[in-house]
Protein backbone atom coordinates (compact mmCIF):
# COMPACT_ATOMS: atom_id res chain seq x y z
CA UNK A 1 0.00 0.00 0.00
CA UNK A 2 1.10 3.49 -1.10
CA UNK A 3 1.49 6.01 2.63
CA UNK A 4 -0.42 9.34 1.71
CA UNK A 5 2.66 10.85 0.18
CA UNK A 6 3.46 8.62 -2.29
CA UNK A 7 -0.42 8.46 -3.15
CA UNK A 8 -0.15 12.00 -3.67
CA UNK A 9 2.91 11.62 -5.80
CA UNK A 10 1.64 8.98 -8.11
CA UNK A 11 -1.47 10.74 -9.20
CA UNK A 12 0.53 13.91 -9.42
CA UNK A 13 3.02 11.87 -11.65
CA UNK A 14 -0.04 10.97 -13.90
CA UNK A 15 -1.19 14.18 -13.90
CA UNK A 16 1.33 15.78 -14.94
CA UNK A 17 1.32 13.58 -18.14
CA UNK A 18 -1.73 15.23 -18.95
CA UNK A 19 0.38 18.46 -19.84
CA UNK A 20 1.66 19.56 -23.38
CA UNK A 21 4.35 21.52 -24.34
CA UNK A 22 3.72 25.16 -24.56
CA UNK A 23 0.62 24.70 -21.79
CA UNK A 24 -0.24 27.86 -19.52
CA UNK A 25 -1.54 25.91 -16.42
CA UNK A 26 -2.97 27.03 -13.08
CA UNK A 27 -2.54 24.54 -10.38
CA UNK A 28 -4.57 24.30 -7.00
CA UNK A 29 -3.34 24.38 -3.32
CA UNK A 30 -2.33 20.70 -2.00
CA UNK A 31 -2.10 17.93 -4.28
CA UNK A 32 -2.50 19.32 -7.12
CA UNK A 33 0.96 21.75 -6.73
CA UNK A 34 3.04 18.36 -6.46
CA UNK A 35 2.12 18.04 -10.41
CA UNK A 36 4.61 20.86 -11.14
CA UNK A 37 7.07 18.28 -9.88
CA UNK A 38 6.37 15.91 -12.70
CA UNK A 39 6.45 17.71 -15.50
CA UNK A 40 8.38 15.98 -18.30
CA UNK A 41 11.99 17.49 -19.19
CA UNK A 42 11.82 17.99 -23.03
CA UNK A 43 8.75 20.29 -22.74
CA UNK A 44 7.79 23.54 -21.45
CA UNK A 45 4.81 24.35 -19.48
CA UNK A 46 4.19 27.78 -17.74
CA UNK A 47 2.34 27.97 -14.32
CA UNK A 48 0.05 30.78 -13.76
CA UNK A 49 -0.26 31.94 -9.92
CA UNK A 50 -3.18 33.75 -9.78
CA UNK A 51 -2.86 36.32 -7.31
CA UNK A 52 -0.95 37.99 -10.40
CA UNK A 53 1.84 36.13 -13.05
CA UNK A 54 2.90 33.83 -15.09
CA UNK A 55 5.74 31.70 -14.68
CA UNK A 56 5.54 30.77 -11.61
CA UNK A 57 8.89 28.91 -10.35
CA UNK A 58 9.60 26.77 -7.35
CA UNK A 59 9.41 27.82 -3.60
CA UNK A 60 12.71 29.76 -2.64
CA UNK A 61 15.18 28.36 0.29
CA UNK A 62 15.28 30.25 3.15
CA UNK A 63 18.14 32.77 2.14
CA UNK A 64 16.31 33.63 -0.77
CA UNK A 65 12.87 34.82 0.10
CA UNK A 66 11.55 38.18 -2.10
CA UNK A 67 8.63 38.94 0.24
CA UNK A 68 7.48 40.56 -2.81
CA UNK A 69 6.52 37.42 -4.42
CA UNK A 70 3.79 35.43 -2.94
CA UNK A 71 1.83 31.84 -4.42
CA UNK A 72 -1.80 31.62 -4.25
CA UNK A 73 -1.82 30.02 -1.26
CA UNK A 74 0.29 33.27 0.21
CA UNK A 75 3.58 31.54 0.51
CA UNK A 76 6.97 32.92 -0.90
CA UNK A 77 7.54 31.81 -4.09
CA UNK A 78 9.65 32.33 -7.57
CA UNK A 79 9.08 34.01 -10.70
CA UNK A 80 11.07 31.91 -13.53
CA UNK A 81 13.06 34.02 -16.21
CA UNK A 82 10.37 35.13 -18.93
CA UNK A 83 7.00 35.46 -16.52
CA UNK A 84 5.21 38.62 -16.14
CA UNK A 85 3.55 40.24 -13.24
CA UNK A 86 0.21 41.67 -13.39
CA UNK A 87 -3.08 42.85 -11.45
CA UNK A 88 -5.71 40.60 -10.34
CA UNK A 89 -7.98 41.92 -13.31
CA UNK A 90 -5.26 40.54 -16.05
CA UNK A 91 -5.01 37.61 -14.27
CA UNK A 92 -8.49 36.63 -14.24
CA UNK A 93 -8.92 37.78 -17.82
CA UNK A 94 -6.61 34.64 -18.84
CA UNK A 95 -8.81 32.47 -16.76
CA UNK A 96 -11.89 33.57 -17.82
CA UNK A 97 -11.18 34.63 -21.51
CA UNK A 98 -9.94 31.01 -22.35
CA UNK A 99 -6.43 31.56 -22.13
CA UNK A 100 -5.45 28.85 -19.89
CA UNK A 101 -5.18 25.60 -21.39
CA UNK A 102 -5.61 23.44 -18.47
CA UNK A 103 -6.39 23.90 -14.31
CA UNK A 104 -5.89 20.77 -11.88
CA UNK A 105 -7.39 21.51 -8.54
CA UNK A 106 -8.85 19.23 -5.78
CA UNK A 107 -12.84 18.32 -5.15
CA UNK A 108 -14.78 17.84 -1.79
CA UNK A 109 -16.86 15.91 -4.92
CA UNK A 110 -17.03 15.10 -8.43
CA UNK A 111 -20.09 13.81 -10.62
CA UNK A 112 -21.04 12.20 -13.55
CA UNK A 113 -22.13 15.38 -15.15
CA UNK A 114 -18.82 16.80 -14.65
CA UNK A 115 -20.39 19.15 -11.67
CA UNK A 116 -17.62 19.69 -8.94
CA UNK A 117 -18.06 21.07 -5.51
CA UNK A 118 -15.03 22.13 -3.66
CA UNK A 119 -15.45 25.59 -1.99
CA UNK A 120 -18.10 25.16 0.96
CA UNK A 121 -19.31 22.36 3.46
CA UNK A 122 -22.56 24.62 4.73
CA UNK A 123 -22.48 25.13 8.53
CA UNK A 124 -19.26 23.35 8.97
CA UNK A 125 -16.45 24.60 6.95
CA UNK A 126 -16.88 27.89 4.42
CA UNK A 127 -13.54 28.93 3.12
CA UNK A 128 -14.98 30.59 0.22
CA UNK A 129 -14.06 29.95 -3.29
CA UNK A 130 -11.53 32.21 -4.02
CA UNK A 131 -10.24 31.72 -7.89
CA UNK A 132 -11.32 27.97 -8.05
CA UNK A 133 -14.77 29.28 -9.87
CA UNK A 134 -13.33 30.98 -12.36
CA UNK A 135 -10.89 28.29 -12.76
CA UNK A 136 -13.08 25.70 -13.60
CA UNK A 137 -15.39 27.70 -15.46
CA UNK A 138 -12.27 29.59 -17.82
CA UNK A 139 -9.94 27.12 -17.62
CA UNK A 140 -9.92 24.60 -21.35
CA UNK A 141 -9.55 21.95 -19.72
CA UNK A 142 -10.18 20.99 -15.66
CA UNK A 143 -8.76 17.96 -14.08
CA UNK A 144 -9.45 17.14 -10.71
CA UNK A 145 -6.46 15.22 -8.87
CA UNK A 146 -7.46 13.66 -5.50
CA UNK A 147 -7.47 10.69 -3.50
CA UNK A 148 -10.79 8.49 -4.61
CA UNK A 149 -12.43 8.56 -1.52
CA UNK A 150 -12.58 10.77 2.03
CA UNK A 151 -11.67 7.98 4.13
CA UNK A 152 -13.38 5.44 2.50
CA UNK A 153 -16.37 7.79 1.93
CA UNK A 154 -17.54 8.18 -1.82
CA UNK A 155 -16.20 11.93 -3.33
CA UNK A 156 -17.08 10.25 -7.23
CA UNK A 157 -20.71 10.63 -7.10
CA UNK A 158 -23.97 10.31 -9.15
CA UNK A 159 -24.60 13.77 -8.11
CA UNK A 160 -22.76 15.98 -6.40
CA UNK A 161 -24.71 16.77 -2.49
CA UNK A 162 -22.33 19.86 -1.56
CA UNK A 163 -22.98 23.83 -3.30
CA UNK A 164 -21.63 23.21 -6.84
CA UNK A 165 -18.30 25.35 -7.66
CA UNK A 166 -19.48 25.01 -11.01
CA UNK A 167 -22.00 22.85 -13.42
CA UNK A 168 -20.49 20.23 -15.99
CA UNK A 169 -17.10 21.86 -15.90
CA UNK A 170 -14.84 19.08 -15.16
CA UNK A 171 -13.19 16.56 -17.83
CA UNK A 172 -10.84 14.76 -16.22
CA UNK A 173 -10.83 12.89 -12.72
CA UNK A 174 -7.26 11.07 -11.41
CA UNK A 175 -7.08 9.62 -8.40
CA UNK A 176 -5.04 6.88 -6.76
CA UNK A 177 -7.05 4.25 -8.37
CA UNK A 178 -7.33 5.15 -11.67
CA UNK A 179 -8.63 7.89 -14.63
CA UNK A 180 -11.89 8.91 -15.58
CA UNK A 181 -13.12 10.97 -18.17
CA UNK A 182 -16.52 12.86 -17.87
CA UNK A 183 -18.71 11.59 -21.08
CA UNK A 184 -22.15 12.52 -22.19
CA UNK A 185 -22.87 8.91 -21.28
CA UNK A 186 -21.42 9.05 -17.48
CA UNK A 187 -18.07 8.44 -16.26
CA UNK A 188 -15.87 6.74 -18.39
CA UNK A 189 -13.20 4.46 -16.48
CA UNK A 190 -9.94 4.61 -19.14
CA UNK A 191 -6.96 3.75 -17.11
CA UNK A 192 -6.76 1.27 -13.77
CA UNK A 193 -4.11 0.96 -11.18
CA UNK A 194 -3.21 -2.67 -11.30
CA UNK A 195 -3.11 -2.77 -7.79
CA UNK A 196 -7.18 -2.41 -7.91
CA UNK A 197 -9.76 -4.69 -9.74
CA UNK A 198 -12.33 -2.80 -11.26
CA UNK A 199 -15.01 -4.31 -8.93
CA UNK A 200 -12.94 -2.40 -5.97
CA UNK A 201 -12.31 0.76 -8.06
CA UNK A 202 -16.11 0.82 -8.88
CA UNK A 203 -16.68 -0.09 -5.02
CA UNK A 204 -15.03 3.07 -3.82
CA UNK A 205 -17.17 5.27 -6.53
CA UNK A 206 -20.76 6.13 -6.06
CA UNK A 207 -21.28 6.64 -9.60
CA UNK A 208 -21.76 3.75 -12.28
CA UNK A 209 -18.59 3.55 -13.97
CA UNK A 210 -18.34 2.73 -18.10
CA UNK A 211 -14.90 0.41 -18.44
CA UNK A 212 -13.46 1.47 -21.22
CA UNK A 213 -12.67 -1.06 -23.94
CA UNK A 214 -9.36 -0.07 -24.07
CA UNK A 215 -8.58 0.01 -20.61
CA UNK A 216 -4.90 0.78 -19.81
CA UNK A 217 -2.81 0.48 -16.50
CA UNK A 218 -2.45 3.53 -15.37
CA UNK A 219 1.14 4.66 -14.66
CA UNK B 1 -1.21 70.35 -3.94
CA UNK B 2 0.63 68.16 -1.30
CA UNK B 3 -0.73 64.66 -0.88
CA UNK B 4 1.69 63.67 1.88
CA UNK B 5 0.18 63.02 5.01
CA UNK B 6 0.53 61.58 8.29
CA UNK B 7 -0.86 58.13 9.44
CA UNK B 8 -2.94 59.79 11.91
CA UNK B 9 -4.72 62.26 9.38
CA UNK B 10 -5.16 58.94 7.07
CA UNK B 11 -7.00 57.21 9.76
CA UNK B 12 -9.15 59.98 10.25
CA UNK B 13 -10.66 59.66 6.72
CA UNK B 14 -12.61 56.68 7.56
CA UNK B 15 -15.80 57.01 9.14
CA UNK B 16 -17.72 54.29 11.26
CA UNK B 17 -20.09 53.17 8.52
CA UNK B 18 -17.94 53.81 5.87
CA UNK B 19 -17.25 50.80 3.46
CA UNK B 20 -13.44 50.49 2.75
CA UNK B 21 -11.38 48.72 -0.28
CA UNK B 22 -7.64 47.47 1.07
CA UNK B 23 -5.70 45.81 -1.24
CA UNK B 24 -3.68 42.98 -0.95
CA UNK B 25 -3.65 39.31 -1.14
CA UNK B 26 -3.33 36.95 1.41
CA UNK B 27 -1.99 40.17 3.14
CA UNK B 28 0.90 40.88 0.05
CA UNK B 29 0.57 43.83 -1.02
CA UNK B 30 -1.66 45.18 1.74
CA UNK B 31 -0.86 48.44 3.46
CA UNK B 32 -0.30 47.25 6.71
CA UNK B 33 0.64 51.03 8.24
CA UNK B 34 -2.84 52.03 7.77
CA UNK B 35 -4.57 48.96 8.84
CA UNK B 36 -2.83 49.12 12.53
CA UNK B 37 -3.60 52.72 11.97
CA UNK B 38 -7.35 51.82 11.74
CA UNK B 39 -7.29 49.23 14.28
CA UNK B 40 -5.82 51.68 16.64
CA UNK B 41 -8.78 54.40 15.47
CA UNK B 42 -11.39 51.90 16.57
CA UNK B 43 -13.53 52.76 13.93
CA UNK B 44 -16.20 50.38 13.64
CA UNK B 45 -19.26 49.25 11.58
CA UNK B 46 -17.75 49.32 8.08
CA UNK B 47 -18.41 47.27 5.54
CA UNK B 48 -15.08 45.58 4.01
CA UNK B 49 -14.27 44.84 0.32
CA UNK B 50 -11.13 42.56 0.40
CA UNK B 51 -10.09 39.57 -2.10
CA UNK B 52 -9.53 38.12 1.74
CA UNK B 53 -9.81 38.26 4.92
CA UNK B 54 -5.75 37.69 5.77
CA UNK B 55 -4.84 36.24 8.77
CA UNK B 56 -5.35 37.20 12.23
CA UNK B 57 -1.93 38.71 12.52
CA UNK B 58 -1.56 40.46 8.89
CA UNK B 59 -3.31 42.22 6.55
CA UNK B 60 -6.87 43.30 7.51
CA UNK B 61 -7.52 39.85 9.45
CA UNK B 62 -6.50 42.50 12.56
CA UNK B 63 -9.74 44.49 11.94
CA UNK B 64 -11.45 41.35 11.77
CA UNK B 65 -10.35 40.53 15.15
CA UNK B 66 -11.18 43.87 16.62
CA UNK B 67 -14.42 43.26 15.36
CA UNK B 68 -14.54 46.45 13.07
CA UNK B 69 -16.83 45.06 10.06
CA UNK B 70 -20.87 44.65 10.05
CA UNK B 71 -20.08 43.16 6.45
CA UNK B 72 -17.44 41.52 4.43
CA UNK B 73 -17.15 41.42 1.06
CA UNK B 74 -14.39 38.54 -0.11
CA UNK B 75 -13.45 35.66 -2.26
CA UNK B 76 -11.83 33.92 0.44
CA UNK B 77 -12.55 33.56 4.34
CA UNK B 78 -10.50 30.62 5.12
CA UNK B 79 -7.15 31.82 6.61
CA UNK B 80 -8.78 33.70 9.23
CA UNK B 81 -10.46 31.95 11.68
CA UNK B 82 -12.22 34.81 13.32
CA UNK B 83 -13.51 35.82 10.24
CA UNK B 84 -15.17 32.12 10.00
CA UNK B 85 -16.40 32.42 14.03
CA UNK B 86 -17.83 35.87 12.96
CA UNK B 87 -20.04 34.17 10.27
CA UNK B 88 -21.46 31.31 12.10
CA UNK B 89 -22.48 33.24 15.54
CA UNK B 90 -24.03 35.95 12.59
CA UNK B 91 -22.17 38.60 14.35
CA UNK B 92 -20.86 39.79 10.59
CA UNK B 93 -22.41 39.69 7.04
CA UNK B 94 -19.94 37.43 4.70
CA UNK B 95 -20.53 37.70 1.37
CA UNK B 96 -18.34 35.04 -1.01
CA UNK B 97 -17.42 36.22 -4.02
CA UNK B 98 -15.40 34.65 -6.97
CA UNK B 99 -12.44 36.25 -7.45
CA UNK B 100 -12.42 37.38 -10.65
CA UNK B 101 -16.13 38.13 -10.35
CA UNK B 102 -14.79 40.63 -7.07
CA UNK B 103 -11.84 42.22 -8.78
CA UNK B 104 -13.81 43.22 -12.45
CA UNK B 105 -17.35 44.68 -9.85
CA UNK B 106 -14.54 47.16 -8.98
CA UNK B 107 -13.00 47.72 -12.05
CA UNK B 108 -16.40 48.39 -13.44
CA UNK B 109 -17.19 50.48 -10.37
CA UNK B 110 -14.07 52.79 -11.45
CA UNK B 111 -14.53 52.85 -15.06
CA UNK B 112 -18.39 53.59 -14.72
CA UNK B 113 -19.60 50.41 -16.04
CA UNK B 114 -23.82 49.21 -14.68
CA UNK B 115 -21.80 45.96 -14.18
CA UNK B 116 -20.15 42.93 -16.18
CA UNK B 117 -21.66 40.07 -17.20
CA UNK B 118 -19.84 36.79 -17.00
CA UNK B 119 -20.56 33.12 -16.47
CA UNK B 120 -18.24 32.15 -13.21
CA UNK B 121 -21.21 30.93 -10.80
CA UNK B 122 -24.02 30.47 -13.11
CA UNK B 123 -25.58 27.39 -11.73
CA UNK B 124 -24.27 27.58 -8.11
CA UNK B 125 -25.22 29.62 -4.96
CA UNK B 126 -22.86 33.10 -6.42
CA UNK B 127 -26.48 33.43 -8.89
CA UNK B 128 -29.04 33.40 -6.63
CA UNK B 129 -30.66 36.49 -6.69
CA UNK B 130 -28.92 37.82 -9.63
CA UNK B 131 -30.55 38.58 -12.69
CA UNK B 132 -29.28 36.67 -16.05
CA UNK B 133 -28.42 38.10 -19.52
CA UNK B 134 -28.66 35.79 -22.69
CA UNK B 135 -26.22 37.58 -25.27
CA UNK B 136 -25.91 35.98 -28.45
CA UNK B 137 -27.12 32.39 -27.19
CA UNK B 138 -25.20 32.47 -24.03
CA UNK B 139 -26.26 33.10 -20.35
CA UNK B 140 -24.49 35.42 -18.27
CA UNK B 141 -25.08 36.69 -14.56
CA UNK B 142 -24.98 40.33 -14.21
CA UNK B 143 -22.90 41.35 -11.57
CA UNK B 144 -22.82 44.80 -10.38
CA UNK B 145 -20.11 47.31 -9.74
CA UNK B 146 -18.56 48.40 -6.43
CA UNK B 147 -17.42 51.17 -5.71
CA UNK B 148 -15.98 52.67 -2.07
CA UNK B 149 -16.08 56.03 0.76
CA UNK B 150 -12.03 54.96 1.11
CA UNK B 151 -9.95 52.95 -0.82
CA UNK B 152 -6.31 51.80 1.02
CA UNK B 153 -3.77 50.64 -1.28
CA UNK B 154 -0.57 49.91 -0.93
CA UNK B 155 2.21 50.88 -3.31
CA UNK B 156 6.11 49.46 -3.48
CA UNK B 157 7.27 53.25 -4.28
CA UNK B 158 5.35 56.53 -5.10
CA UNK B 159 6.37 59.67 -6.24
CA UNK B 160 4.65 62.80 -5.16
CA UNK B 161 2.07 63.33 -7.66
CA UNK B 162 0.76 59.83 -6.38
CA UNK B 163 2.12 57.97 -9.31
CA UNK B 164 2.47 54.48 -8.19
CA UNK B 165 4.63 51.26 -9.12
CA UNK B 166 4.98 47.67 -7.77
CA UNK B 167 7.31 45.25 -7.03
CA UNK B 168 6.30 41.09 -7.86
CA UNK B 169 2.83 40.03 -7.04
CA UNK B 170 2.16 42.90 -4.93
CA UNK B 171 -0.18 44.54 -7.55
CA UNK B 172 -3.05 42.30 -7.39
CA UNK B 173 -6.10 44.28 -6.41
CA UNK B 174 -4.73 47.52 -5.76
CA UNK B 175 -4.11 49.05 -8.82
CA UNK B 176 -8.04 48.75 -9.88
CA UNK B 177 -9.39 49.75 -6.51
CA UNK B 178 -7.07 52.60 -6.73
CA UNK B 179 -9.86 53.52 -9.35
CA UNK B 180 -12.83 52.91 -7.26
CA UNK B 181 -13.33 54.74 -4.63
CA UNK B 182 -14.24 58.63 -3.96
CA UNK B 183 -10.67 58.84 -1.53
CA UNK B 184 -7.80 56.54 -2.00
CA UNK B 185 -5.46 56.42 -0.14
CA UNK B 186 -1.95 55.17 -0.62
CA UNK B 187 0.59 53.93 1.58
CA UNK B 188 3.73 53.44 -0.32
CA UNK B 189 7.06 52.06 1.00
CA UNK B 190 9.06 55.11 -0.81
CA UNK B 191 7.65 58.63 -1.31
CA UNK B 192 10.33 59.94 -4.29
CA UNK B 193 10.18 62.85 -6.11
CA UNK B 194 8.14 63.49 -9.41
CA UNK B 195 10.00 62.75 -12.46
CA UNK B 196 11.89 60.40 -10.39
CA UNK B 197 9.40 56.79 -11.40
CA UNK B 198 9.73 56.44 -15.16
CA UNK B 199 6.13 57.07 -16.74
CA UNK B 200 6.71 53.90 -18.62
CA UNK B 201 6.70 51.72 -15.20
CA UNK B 202 3.80 53.91 -13.71
CA UNK B 203 0.81 51.26 -12.82
CA UNK B 204 -1.61 53.55 -11.25
CA UNK B 205 -1.83 56.89 -12.27
CA UNK B 206 -1.22 59.61 -9.55
CA UNK B 207 -4.54 61.21 -11.41
CA UNK B 208 -6.53 58.55 -8.93
CA UNK B 209 -4.72 59.25 -5.43
CA UNK B 210 -5.76 61.72 -2.83
CA UNK B 211 -3.69 61.14 0.04
CA UNK B 212 -0.04 59.36 0.22
CA UNK B 213 1.36 58.06 3.53
CA UNK B 214 4.48 56.62 4.21
CA UNK B 215 4.61 52.10 5.29
CA UNK B 216 6.92 50.35 6.22
CA UNK B 217 9.11 48.41 3.98
CA UNK B 218 7.24 44.57 3.36
CA UNK B 219 8.84 41.65 5.36
Redo the contacts between chains.
Keep these: MMDKNQMQDFIARRTAKELKDGDLVNLGIGLPTKVSNFVADDIQVLFQ?????VGLGPAPDENNI?????N???LP?S?IPGGA?????MS?GI??GGHLDATVLGALQVDAKGNIAN?MIPGK??????????LV??AKKVIVAMEHTAKGNHKILEECTL??????AVDLIITEMGVLEVTPEGLLLTEINPDYTVEEVQAATGAKLLIAEDLKEMV | MNKIITLEEAVAKVKDGDTIMVGG????GTPEGLIDGLVESGVKDLTLIC??TGFVDKGVGKMVVNKQFKKII??????NRET?NQ?NSGETE?V?V????L??QI?AGGAGLGGVL?????????EEGKDKVTVDGKEYILEKPLRANVALVYA?KVDKMGNAI???????????MSTAADIVIVGAEEIVEVGELGPHDI?IPGIFVDYIVKEE???
Excluded at chain 2, 98 to 101: E, K, L, S, Y
Aim: charged share 10%; no cysteine; net charge negative.
Design positions: SENGFDPYIVAGGSIFFDSSFIRYMVPGMGGAMDSGPLTAVG | FLANNDASHIGTGLVLPQGTIERTQTGLGTKVTFNGSTHNFNIFRPLK
